[in-house]
């Protein structure tokens, strides 16, 4: 069995924080919405159109 090295902290190779970097980075900063509805349907919309896109996940077999 063959178990990769992950770091404990390692925000770049975690797929889930890439995508919330690039939501902040497009929806959230600098970016201001008269309610919170508003927001949601801003993130959401983004969501629909930009995470089909994004590369596949990466996937990890731990089991041999």
Not at 19 to 36: D, G, Y
Request: hydrophobic share 45%; no cysteine; charged share 20%.
């Amino acid at each position: 069995m063959v178990v990769p090295y992950l770091p404990s902290r390692a925000p770049e190779e975690n797929s889930v924080e890439l995508v919330f970097w690039r939501l902040h980075k497009a929806v959230t900063r600098n970016h201001r919405h008269e309610t919170i509805n508003a927001l949601v349907e801003a993130a959401t919309e983004w969501l629909q159109v930009v995470v089909p896109r994004l590369p596949p996940i990466p996937t990890y077999n731990l089991i041999a």
